[in-house]
């Protein structure tokens, strides 16, 4: 046995606890987290079955910790796990899965099968079995400030181009305000908009905020990934700069598995609670607008739909606040059929959007989400996360849909914001 199968499988059985004990007793197999599974919908093919995925941590499982599966590995009749195994999985585990969440949601013993789907990928990322796109992420992350390396000279020139599109000042690494944004890359990279969306809400409700050039960048490929080394790192980094400037909160982006990483995961992956609350930008304007100081004014009339990230709503538990939201600024606002807790997938989540070993398999999984959108035929489509905002418009492009315009939720409230007195 080789020294990265061997740690991989160490991994795999650092994460076998109680819960996937009882997971893997508990299945039934009766298959309908296959039907709730983008990937099977749309191919057919059963190893693209959920359950299926977790097939190598199961067979360590009952290899190792049950009574009949320790008595044949005496007798020599288990069947051990080998590269070849791991290597075969790795697609499975990374291609064809965005870790969307939807298979647990339709598990009748309860099985958290996302979980299980994250604790398989820290084996294999241990044992050397990842995408080298997602991989190659990582490493540019821990070396730099972002998965594109270095962002920081471009986060200045986002804040000075938002700066001077709003006339607001916009301070870096400010002490004592109420929050700190932090932001993805695709945010940082695709413009200034976001920031000056921010600026201009912050400004009107009265709100004090910054961004911290030492802890700036939302993403985290390590959850991504399965590496907690690297997830942990990322996450404290943000815990840091936060914690150094003595803020109240800090302000999670339209990013869905940065929302998880620094909000759901993140206490646990560095051990302790934070000293600050961790809010979505969406919870944070709904919040705003309950307090009444997120007023807008005029309305879209353009036939608009809106796509739940799998992360933000679904995993992290906001679906009424973008709703709220929409209502102040459309007239015209439609729901696709299982909008909400059960939408479907972008297809782009969980590393897949990143993996262009994925493309094509991606590309197929999406046509589920076709179907969704031409159901209602939109004009428009908003979102609350950057990834899924730009898979949609790649998707949708490469099918000759982009006469549907894809917008974000918190630059759509801010372009109709009431700036009177």
């Known amino acids: 046995m080789t020294a990265t199968l061997e740690r991989g499988l160490n991994a795999l059985r650092e994460q076998i606890d109680a819960p996937v004990a009882s997971f893997f007793t508990s299945c039934v197999s009766c298959g309908l987290c296959a039907e709730a599974c983008l990937f099977y919908k749309e191919t057919g093919d059963p190893q693209y079955t959920p359950i299926h995925k977790l097939e190598l941590m199961q067979r360590l499982w009952s290899n190792e910790y049950t009574l009949l599966g320790r008595a044949k590995s005496m007798l020599g009749l288990g069947k051990k796990i080998t590269d070849e195994d791991l290597t075969e999985w790795e697609t499975l585990v990374y291609d064809s899965c965005t870790m969307c969440g939807r298979c647990t949601m339709v598990c009748p013993v309860g099985n958290d099968i996302t979980m299980m789907i994250r604790k398989m990928r820290e084996g294999m990322s241990a044992s050397g079995h990842g995408p080298v796109d997602l991989v190659g992420a990582a490493e540019r992350h821990t070396d730099g400030t972002s998965p594109m ?63 911290s050039t030492e ?24 815990v840091d700069a936060a914690e150094k400037l003595g803020v109240k909160g800090v302000i999670s982006p339209e990013c869905g598995h940065a929302f998880q990483a620094i909000r759901w995961e993140g206490p646990n992956l560095i051990g302790r609670e934070y000293p600050f609350e961790v809010v979505h930008i969406i919870e944070l304007l709904d919040k705003l607008r309950a307090e009444g100081k997120l007023k807008t004014k005029g309305k879209d009339h353009d036939r608009i739909t809106f796509h739940d ?30 909008a909400g807790t059960m939408n479907w997938c972008c297809s782009g989540g969980g590393g897949v959007g990143a993996n262009t070993r994925a493309n094509d398999l991606q590309a197929k999984a999406f046509n589920i989400k076709k179907r969704q959108i031409e159901a209602v035929a939109p004009e428009k489509i908003v979102t609350m996360c950057a990834f899924c905002h730009t898979t949609l418009e790649n998707q949708l492009e490469a099918r000759n849909m982009d006469d549907i315009e894809v917008l974000g939720l918190t630059e759509m409230m801010a372009e109709y914001l009431d700036d009177e007195d």
Request: some cysteine; aromatic content about 4%; charged content about 25%.
């Open 215 to 238: 802890g700036f960048e939302a993403t985290n490929v390590g959850i991504q990934l399965g590496n907690r080394d690297v997830a942990r790192n990322l996450v404290s980094r943000v």
């Open 149 to 211: 390396g270095d962002l920081t000279k471009a986060l200045h020139a986002r804040v000075k181009q938002a700066s001077a599109e709003t006339g607001l000042e916009i301070e870096l690494d400010k002490p004592g305000v109420d929050y700190m944004l932090i932001l993805s890359s695709h945010e940082i990279a695709s413009g200034e908009e976001m920031i000056a969306a921010v600026a201009r809400i912050m400004h009107k409700a009265g709100v004090t905020w910054t961004i």
């Open 309 to 338: 990230p799998c992360q933000i709503n679904r995993r992290g538990g906001i679906n009424k606040e973008p709703r709220n939201l929409l209502n102040m600024v459309s007239d015209n606002f439609i729901e696709t059929e299982d």
